[in-house]
């Protein structure tokens, strides 16, 4: 029997995606006496509520059944996310929290009457919400996302500045980006004889039930999230968000079913974003190019009401070899919404930083940019020491050089140029950790000898229940046309969120072991089942440090006249472990090399400074790629064989897409130009301001126009 791991299976729900069968959160079939919530944000940047109503002519409106705000909202239980602690508080930390939701008969209906509520204010004052590296509220957390140490310094990075031989010594930030997926934060809620059942647009359904539990004083059992097709998350989906307990209190305090789907702009102020980062760093070397020194301090910002740190210096600890590394992390609380994750949470904003610096290190020194990487190879990790389970960057730069023809980019910038165009290459390192968290799954023989794997996991649109299917096909030794595969219901075997590339060997690992287990039996009979649990197993993994790895490659041409940046080819070369199924590999690995491009060239949320909140909160105005922005992107893997990872031998490939890919363009953009823009997006009025001062003239004496 062929094995199924490695084909490339076409996605089992496809045809029910495309021609609409597939059902989202509310997009349930109605029920009589559905009700619809539209929500309603706070209009000042920060202050108190003191009352809400309706305008006279709404109040006596008889579709609208329910005004809730903080004056009449039900109490909730203790939830450590205080942004689910909604109509709780008088208090506004920042302009777009929720300070009310209006429940009627239609849609129609509860966003008119929203759009009619008097909300009175008191104590309102200006914001404070810009970030800068020298703000008075800057502290140091205890940790960073994930668990990681806030600060780590290993020698003595400041002498060993002093005594080298080329310095590199800049600041560079990044701007705040909107997850933005096509399937906006809704949820429809459903009480029933004291149970709760929610169908919620989620990365993580037992996530979501345990949040509910606690907030309605619930057991665990009497709450079900069903979350059978999510559009796309991206990060913002990755916990539970206001929209899922907006709902359920409505529905609990009308006694119908009630759906709730939080509008475009909505989902620009309270679902979360990737916070703008200000990075400080420092690399000194020696003549031959060996690094001595490395420095990361960066700056970043979080709500007032719940505290979170993006890891964006973390990274850096893990790329190169160095005596003397140092990284921090400082944080300023500031009147904006809390930032969440965004795909590549710490390494998108860090290796651009880094891999920047690496770039200007190139070219101080006079090293090709690769052969400076190679050069600063680490034989073990030096974040921990410890041996990497498998490493293959040095594979991927010489594999990506090769095929993208490296050895025609010109070292001095500014030296090609086609018509009005000028030209550049630029190169990054792509990198990001091998996370798998523990997980059960459950595998059972139906009366009709189909065999059906069941686990909470979530597939928010990047084939996770077809690789899943796939891997459990080839531990039961059965065609993967014999298996069905359950997820996306916290009634199933609980299972971590979908979220840091960790999902296909998180769940994937239990999915083994289940199967395995119902295949130990002896025989596929019908009512066979078997249930299983990795925590032991992920617990006893060797101390190894396990990470993915790539090289980005970028061929930029600059308008001589504009300067516009158009990205004419991309190609990322990725060491990913085995690849479960080859056509949706491709697919998120240069879905991420395109959230790189929108990373670089223009994705931007702009703080409104006066009023508080973003001042484009919407895709007219914060722009994303478009077809058209991606002429030519590929992307490849070596071979890489590791058998100290989860059991089918993989490493997540939903995030390293992105890594990497934002330095390669901005790389390309100074060879193309001299001009180095370290302020991501890289946009024309960027590239101008430069111009005249960087740009070699010989590339600008036969501009037209000039």
């Known amino acids: 029997m062929t094995a199924s791991i490695g084909q490339s299976i076409q996605r089992t729900e496809s045809v029910d995606k495309v021609t609409g069968r597939a059902r989202y959160a509310v997009e349930q079939p109605p029920v009589t006496g559905q009700l619809y919530a539209w929500h309603v944000p706070a209009t000042v940047p920060v202050g108190i509520v003191e009352h809400v109503q309706l305008d006279n002519g709404a109040s ?29 508080s008088d208090s506004v930390a920042y302009r777009g929290q929720v300070v009310a939701v209006v429940v009627a008969d239609t849609l129609q209906a509860a966003r008119d009457a929203a759009g009619r509520i008097h909300v009175r204010y008191r104590d309102v004052r200006e914001p404070d919400n810009t970030l800068t590296a020298h703000h008075d509220s800057l502290y140091a957390p205890e940790t960073v996302n994930a668990g990681f140490p806030t600060d780590v310094t290993v020698g003595d990075v400041d002498a060993a500045l002093k005594t080298a031989d080329h310095v590199v010594d800049q600041w560079y930030s990044t701007a705040p980006m909107h997850n933005s997926p096509m399937e906006p934060h809704a949820t429809t809620a459903q009480w029933s004889d004291g149970v709760l059942t929610v169908w919620d647009s989620t990365q993580a359904p037992s996530g979501v039930q345990a949040d509910l539990a606690s907030a309605f004083g619930l057991e665990t059992e009497n709450v079900r999230v069903v979350a059978e097709n999510v559009g796309g998350g991206f990060g913002s989906k990755g916990s539970t968000r206001s929209n899922a307990v907006l709902a359920a209190m409505a529905a609990r305090r009308t006694g119908r079913t009630v ?83 965004m795909r590549a949470p710490g390494e998108a904003p860090g290796i651009f930083v880094l891999e920047t610096a690496m770039d200007e290190l190139a070219a101080a020194t006079g090293i090709d940019p690769i052969e400076l990487r190679i050069r600063n190879e680490p034989d073990v990790d030096p974040a921990s020491g410890n041996p990497f389970s498998s490493r293959s960057l040095v594979e991927c730069l010489r594999t990506g050089a090769e095929q993208f023809g490296w050895d025609r980019r010109d070292a001095v910038p500014g030296q090609r140029r086609e018509g009005n165009t000028l030209v550049g290459m630029g190169v990054a390192t792509a990198s990001y950790p091998v996370l798998i968290s523990p997980s059960s799954a ?37 065609d993967a046309g014999a298996v069905v595969l359950e997820l996306g219901d916290s009634a199933l075997p609980t299972a971590p969120g979908a979220g840091g590339s960790s999902g296909t060997s998180s769940w994937g690992w239990a999915v083994t072991k289940a199967c395995r287990a119902l295949r130990d039996q002896g025989g596929y009979r019908p009512g066979n089942r078997a249930e299983t649990d990795t925590t032991e197993d992920v617990d006893n993994q060797k101390e190894l440090a396990r990470m993915a790895f790539g090289a980005q490659f970028a061929e930029v041409g600059v308008d001589i006249d504009t300067g516009e940046v158009r990205v004419r080819r991309m190609l990322g070369v990725f060491g990913i472990g085995a690849v479960m199924n080859p056509r949706l590999a491709r697919s998120q690995l240069i879905g991420g090399m395109t959230f790189g491009l929108g990373m670089a060239l223009m994705e931007n949320g702009i703080t409104d400074h006066e009023f508080g909140g973003f001042a484009n909160h919407d895709l007219a105005e914060y722009h994303i790629p478009a077809c ?67 740009v070699p003239q010989a590339a600008l004496d036969h501009s037209t126009g000039r």
């Not at 705000?69 to 239980?77: I, P, R, T």
């Not at 009366?447 to 084939?463: K, L, M, N, Y």
């Open 60 to 88: 006596s409106d008889p579709s609208v059944h329910a005004v809730l705000w903080h004056g009449n909202a039900e109490k909730l239980g203790d939830v450590e996310d205080a942004e689910l602690h909604v109509l709780q």
């Open 259 to 341: 759906k709730l789907a939080l509008p475009r702009q909505a989902l620009f102020d309270v679902v979360g974003y990737r916070t703008p980062t200000i990075n400080h760093v420092r690399l000194g070397c020696d003549s031959e190019g060996t690094l001595q020194a490395i420095a990361h301090d960066s700056f970043q910002q979080t709500s007032t009401i719940f505290e979170f740190c993006e890891q964006t210096s973390e990274s850096t600890r893990h790329i190169y070899a160095s005596p003397n590394i140092t990284t921090t992390h400082r944080l300023a609380a500031l009147d904006v919404g809390t930032p969440r994750w």
């Open 442 to 478: 459950s595998a059972r023989v139906l009366d009709d000898g189909t065999i059906t794997v069941s686990v909470a996991a979530s597939d928010i649109g990047t084939g996770a229940r077809t690789v899943l299917r796939q891997i459990a096909a080839d531990a039961l030794e059965v």
């Open 628 to 694: 058209a922005d991606v002429t030519d992107i590929e992307a490849v893997w070596i071979e890489e064989v590791d058998t100290e990872l989860a059991p089918m031998g993989g490493k997540g490939i939903g995030e390293i897409g992105t890594v990497g890919s934002p330095a390669a363009i901005g790389n390309a953009v100074y060879n193309a130009t001299g001009v180095r823009v370290r302020d991501l997006p890289i946009t024309l009025d960027k590239v101008l301001e430069q111009w005249s001062d960087q």
